[in-house]
């Protein structure tokens, strides 16, 4: 495949979707904070990059998948970000959860330097980066999208433009909300499979292949299981995205009691040092709850 790209941020998500855009043959410039987090990539032929600005100059797309709106922020929009470096003409995709406005806002100021953007948050977690399984949620305008379609295809299986610039990040949210009811329930179900004496494999076995089957419960919820409580999805990116989808809920003056509640489990979580955990973290709360 004929392409020149640069990616910004190779961590447990970045890492692999980087990863399979150097597999298809794309010249790859990277840049990332902690260099030796694209030891590997680099060792695969990615040219390192000491900037965001070095990593877009000369690319046709430049993608970042970073943590926190603050560093979608500062990779794209700063003084050494992606557009000071990328050419009129080219691309800047944000991958990251982050702020629908923010999207807008980037948007805009690529288009006064001629630069096309995209907002394509992911949902499929780190197995479904490393499978290139992902569900890629997308913002902004169809031809850019259709340009960008292609390098999209060696990431995930599921890619739907979903509106303007925001939109992206607006679908990622609704997802993010599904996803809050469905870890609370998956935590409970099992602290409550344990307290009844039942082998809590055996029921994921059983109920995560009926109606009560999901993502959640048939990866995460075997996690807990196991004992492994390594993220994945760290809790403190989850925190970050529910706090912008009740933001957003608020302004549009929508009450979502069930994404508040749960978001403050996480921040209990959070407060007892549990934010570099995976999201199934949630199940040693609760269980510390239930004095388990
Ligand atoms: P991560 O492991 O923390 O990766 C983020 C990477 O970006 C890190 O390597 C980080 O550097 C780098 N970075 C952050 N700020 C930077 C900056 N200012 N300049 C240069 N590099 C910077 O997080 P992740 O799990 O891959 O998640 C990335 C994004 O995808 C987040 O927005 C998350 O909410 C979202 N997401 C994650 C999942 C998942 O299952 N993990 C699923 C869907 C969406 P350091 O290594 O130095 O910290």
Not at 94 to 113: C, F, G, K, W
Not at 193 to 215: M, N, R, T
Not at 263 to 272: E, I
Request: aromatic share 6%.
């Amino acid at each position: 495949m004929q392409c020149s790209v640069g990616w910004v941020g190779t961590g447990v998500m970045g890492r692999s979707m980087c990863g399979h855009l150097l597999a298809a043959g794309c010249a790859v410039r990277v840049h990332t904070r902690t260099r030796e987090k694209a030891a590997d990539l680099l060792a695969k032929g990615a040219a390192w990059a000491a900037t965001p600005r070095e990593a877009a100059a000369g690319a046709d797309v430049t993608f970042s998948m970073v943590g926190f709106p603050a560093d979608v922020e500062q990779v794209i929009l700063g003084p050494d970000g992606v557009l000071a470096g990328a050419e009129a003409g080219s691309v800047a995709v944000d991958m990251s959860t982050s702020q629908p406005s923010l999207a807008v806002r980037i948007h805009a100021e690529a288009a006064a330097r001629g630069i096309a953007a995209l907002d394509a948050p992911v949902s499929g977690g780190d197995v479904g980066a490393r499978e290139a399984k992902l569900a890629i949620m997308v913002g902004g305008d169809r031809p850019v999208f259709e340009r960008v379609l292609p390098l999209f295809q060696k990431l995930g299986e599921t890619i739907a433009l979903m509106g303007g610039p925001g939109s992206g990040q607006h679908t990622k949210m609704v997802n993010q909300i599904a996803i809050a009811g469905n870890m609370i329930g998956v935590v409970e179900g099992l602290l409550y499979a344990h307290k009844a004496g039942l082998d809590q494999a055996a029921v994921i076995d059983v109920i995560g292949k009926g109606a009560a089957g999901s993502w959640s419960i048939n990866n995460l919820g075997r996690r807990i299981v196991k004992g492994d409580f390594n993220p994945g999805f760290f809790i403190k990116h989850f925190v970050k995205d529910m706090g912008i989808a009740l933001d957003e809920a608020r302004s549009m003056k929508l009450s979502l009691p069930g994404l508040a509640l749960v978001h403050q489990f996480y921040v209990s979580a959070q407060a007892v040092g549990l934010e570099n955990l995976g999201t199934q973290g949630l199940y040693q709360v609760l269980a510390r709850m239930n004095g388990m």
